[in-house]
């Protein structure tokens, strides 16, 4: 797709993946608009890159000779300027559509799976980088170590992070396939992990006989997804161990998917190269990051996990590293998730001291009274673990404030909960 003098609205620019995109679109000539329900660390970099962050949403925000809309899925068809550009008769794409779109003729690695890969894509961003490849990427988070979520890149090399959620992973056309592993997630769309491995066998399917997928072959959930592949199986659990900043063993298995994927891109490259780099990578937002100390000392975590197996994950690392309490703020993303996987997520904090849940972040989803942060906090007391529902993320700062010297404060959940963590970590600065 031809960017240069293009005029383009994102409509909910702060999330992520648009928040990149957006940036690819610039750096490539594109003329960049875009608005937002509220400020977050993601608008800020947009507005320190020149791309202006209109608030809140509104019709008067859409360029009247716009070429193109490009929408989030959080943003649904009534909104007043996805409508506004109905009216003008300006072409709209969602936002995995344009990326497709910006990734045709690229040799295109894109990392898909359930969990890990976020922090796959950045580590096999840096990877690519300190080796001197030039990749374009576009990763769901910021990356510490490029204090964006997109980097500029001057070879046809482009590493993309891939969502499955509504067959999203299906618009792109990668050379490079990397499935970290997988289970079932996005149940508003996905009845049952079968379908979710259904889309994720034709996403195999397409990945051509000179390209390449990287998984975990031996993983149960996996094996069904590879029957019909035309392209080799490279199994990434048969890469070395690395040395990483980051805890827990499912960043070492991160490490050697994306191990794995650079030297397959990148056959030439040093054994010493992928050790130094992910000696060095520093992490992205929102995975596993330390934010600081409470007034009282208490280290204080902030992670992404909203999936039980992740929570579960992280929680252990979190406990392994803590001489005192784990004190745990959830933020339950989705009535559906929270629903489907509610056993899950109540057998996930066992290695939490105290658990507060907040109430259920909506995004998409209309409460229909089958599930509550009530309910969850239920089911984990039941399983031995203290857990009280709490109505307000001020509630919850307060109550976090008994965590002391040795202590750990864990923030966890796709929704805006590292806003308590901020707040903490703030007191103590103040």
């Keep these: 797709m031809e960017l240069q003098g293009k005029k383009i609205h994102f409509v909910g620019i702060g999330g992520v993946g648009m928040s990149a995109l957006a940036q690819l679109c610039a750096d490539h000539g594109a003329l960049v608009s875009g608005s937002d329900r509220e400020a977050s660390p993601v608008t800020e970099l947009l507005e320190n890159k020149g791309i202006h962050v209109a608030m809140p949403q509104d019709v008067q925000n859409v360029p009247e000779h716009a070429a193109l809309v490009v929408y989030s899925d959080a943003v649904p068809e009534d909104n007043p300027e996805r409508a506004r550009a109905k009216e003008l008769g300006i072409e709209q794409l969602s936002y995995f559509s344009m990326l497709g779109k910006v990734s045709e003729g690229k040799r295109t690695v894109a990392v898909a799976g359930t969990h890990g890969k976020t922090t ?74 079968a379908h979710l491995q259904e889309s994720f066998r034709k996403a195999v399917a397409k990945v051509p006989a000179h390209g390449a997928i990287i998984t975990n072959p031996g993983n149960e959930n996996i094996a069904p997804i590879l029957v019909d592949a035309k392209a080799p199986i490279i199994d990434y659990t048969l890469e070395q161990n690395y040395e990483l900043r980051m805890l827990g063993e499912f960043n070492k298995m991160n490490a050697r998917a994306a191990a794995a994927a650079a030297r397959l ?21 929102r995975r596993f990051e330390y934010k600081g ?67 259920i972040y909506a995004a998409r989803e209309k409460d229909e009274g089958l599930v509550s942060h009530t309910l969850l906090a239920e089911r984990i007391r039941a399983r031995g673990v203290e857990a009280y529902a709490l109505d307000s993320f001020e509630e919850i700062e307060q109550a976090l404030g008994a965590a002391r010297l040795n202590d750990a404060v864990m923030t966890m959940g796709a929704g805006d909960i590292y806003k308590v963590a901020d707040k903490l970590v703030a007191t103590r600065e103040s």
Aim: aromatic letters at 10%; one cysteine or more.
């Design 265 to 285: 891109v990148m056959p030439t490259i040093h054994e010493d190269v992928l050790m130094t780099s992910l000696s060095e990578f520093h992490g992205t937002w």
């Design 293 to 359: 100390k409470t007034k009282a000392g208490a280290d204080v975590f902030d992670d992404y996990a909203h999936h039980p197996t992740a929570i579960r994950a992280t929680l252990a690392a979190l406990r392994a590293k803590t001489r005192g309490n784990v004190y745990v703020a959830f933020h339950p993303h989705l009535y559906s998730r929270t629903k489907d996987l509610i056993d899950d997520f109540a057998s996930s904090f066992a290695n939490a001291s105290k658990v507060y849940i907040a109430p």
């Design 120 to 193: 796959t894509t950045g580590m096999l961003a840096k990877i690519l980088v300190d080796a001197g490849a030039s990749p374009m990427v576009v990763v769901g988070s910021l990356v510490k170590d490029f204090g964006s979520n997109y980097v500029h890149g001057d070879s046809d090399l482009f590493v993309v992070e891939a969502c499955e959620y509504r067959d999203h992973v299906l618009e792109l056309s990668p050379e490079v396939l990397v499935v970290t592993n997988l289970e079932w997630e996005h149940t508003d769309y996905f009845p049952s992990l």
